[in-house]
């Protein structure tokens, strides 16, 4: 019923830049929180960023002041701006998000299919 997209993973250089977008689409009747997460090879899925409804928002210690997380509720869309990026960064990047749907009302949780972010020379 409903689908999260992302886009933007791929090879940066440390130091560089990379915008992750997560766009939800099908039978959505309102979205509230959405969030980033990321697991490393071997290591724990984890909490990057998240934003609620009503734009206020939060970050993992790790990425505070370099990475910037926004939605634009019209669209339907969530994007990570992620600078000054570390080999530390690397991870999948997984889009998450809490979805009302039509026409019954039920609260569901949807995650994307994540995107690779890799941080290296």
């Known amino acids: 019923q409903v689908q999260l997209v992302e886009s933007g993973g791929g090879l940066v250089q440390p130091g560089g830049s990379l915008r992750l977008s997560c766009a939800a689409s099908?039978?959505?009747?309102?979205?509230?929180?959405m969030g980033w997460y990321r697991q490393a090879p071997g290591k724990q899925r984890e909490l990057v960023a998240n934003?609620?409804?009503?734009?206020?928002?939060n970050y993992a210690d790790s990425v505070k002041g370099r990475f910037t997380i926004s939605r634009d509720n019209a669209k339907n869309t969530m994007y990570l701006q992620m600078n000054s990026l570390k080999p530390e960064d690397t991870a999948v990047y997984y889009c998450n998000s809490a979805v009302v749907v039509r026409y019954t009302y039920n609260h569901l949780e949807v995650w994307g299919q994540g995107t690779l972010v890799t941080v290296s020379s």
């Open positions: 099908g039978s959505i009747f309102s979205i509230n929180a």
């Open positions: 934003i609620a409804g009503g734009g206020v928002t």
